[in-house]
């Protein structure tokens, strides 16, 4: 399982972010696929999940109405579009195979930061 993350950075808060997971090793659209988050000093928190088809996402209360998760299954990719970003939402964000309750990452993840 090869995940790579990228479109991470710093921003204001109130500012967006876009977040990419490019997939291989393995067959990407048969997959549920999953953003995790990990803050400085605390354990992983699961973000958001997406069915293999794409027609159905879950998301964490603390991002439900603020983030939206898409895959697109010809190009082996993920994505996390970030909107209202909040100081908390700082962390190293991984992408994931699988669901919440039983997820891989595999990458080196791709950090974002909110601050002003």
């Known amino acids: 399982v090869q995940l790579v993350e990228s479109g991470g950075g710093m921003v204001q808060p109130g500012g967006s972010l876009r977040l990419s997971c490019a997939a291989s090793?393995?067959?990407?659209?048969?997959?549920?696929m999953s953003w995790v988050r990990q803050a400085p000093g605390k354990g992983p928190e699961w973000v958001s999940a997406?069915?293999?088809?794409?027609?159905?996402?879950y998301y964490a209360d603390s991002v439900k109405g603020r983030f939206t998760i898409s895959r697109d299954n010809a190009k082996n990719t993920l994505y996390l579009q970030m909107n209202s970003l909040k100081p908390e939402d700082t962390a190293l964000y991984y992408c994931?195979?699988?669901?919440?309750?039983?997820?891989?990452?595999g990458g080196q993840g791709t950090q974002v930061t909110v601050s002003s």
């Open positions: 090793g393995f067959t990407f659209s048969r997959y549920v």
């Open positions: 997406i069915n293999t088809g794409g027609g159905s996402t």
């Open positions: 994931a195979r699988g669901p919440r309750w039983s997820y891989t990452t």
